[in-house]
């Protein structure tokens, strides 16, 4: 491809190969370099796109739902719930601990880990807040009709 892409074999779903376009890195010196348009890089989502984004896998999810029904475990009580390598289990509660919620605690050999109840809290108002603005929008637009 002559736009600065290149292709990448991926497999798909069904097991089969499709090419995907690679978007190939941008000079940061050039025009080209993309900006943030109009109200992204507004605060609100500075902040909800790290949470957001570590909750974009499903073994996390699933991690987080683990440490929810319990009041702190240990990275090993996390690996015995999936089948899964433990440094895998490490490097995704270790997505977790970065984007701020769940809290890490070492106690000796042990990592110990629970939710951080009001960081999980503060998400689900800010993730609530973001779409009734929008859902409440649209009612309204609908009745105006």
Same mark, same amino acid.
């Given at each position: 491809?002559?736009? /600065?892409?290149?292709?990448?074999? =991926?497999?798909?779903?069904? $097991?089969?190969?499709?090419?995907?376009?690679?978007?190939?890195?941008?000079?940061?010196?050039?025009?080209?370099?993309?900006?943030?348009? /109009?109200?992204?890089?507004?605060?609100? !989502?500075?902040?909800?796109?790290?949470? $957001?984004?570590?909750?974009?896998?499903?073994?996390?999810?699933?991690?987080?739902?683990?440490?929810?029904?319990?009041?702190?475990?240990?990275?090993?009580?996390? =690996?015995?719930?999936?089948?899964?390598?433990?440094?895998?289990?490490?490097?995704?509660?270790?997505?977790? =601990?970065?984007?701020?919620?769940?809290?890490?605690?070492?106690?000796?050999?042990?990592?110990?880990?629970?939710?951080?109840?009001?960081? *999980?809290?503060?998400? *689900?108002?800010?993730? !609530?807040? +973001?779409?009734?603005?929008?859902?409440?929008?649209?009612? +309204?637009?609908?009745?105006?009709?």
């Amino acid at each position: 491809m002559g736009d /600065g892409r290149s292709q990448k074999m =991926v497999p798909t779903a069904t $097991l089969t190969w499709s090419v995907v376009a690679r978007r190939q890195p941008l000079d940061s010196s050039s025009s080209q370099h993309p900006k943030i348009p /109009g109200r992204m890089g507004t605060p609100e !989502n500075l902040s909800l796109a790290p949470a $957001l984004a570590a909750l974009s896998h499903p073994v996390r999810i699933g991690i987080l739902r683990h440490l929810c029904r319990t009041e702190t475990c240990c990275c090993k009580e996390v =690996v015995e719930q999936f089948d899964l390598a433990q440094s895998t289990i490490s490097q995704h509660l270790k997505i977790l =601990v970065d984007a701020g919620l769940v809290r890490f605690r070492s106690e000796g050999p042990r990592s110990c880990y629970c939710v951080d109840r009001e960081a *999980l809290e503060a998400l *689900l108002r800010s993730f !609530n807040a +973001l779409f009734d603005r929008d859902i409440s929008s649209t009612a +309204l637009a609908r009745r105006g009709q």
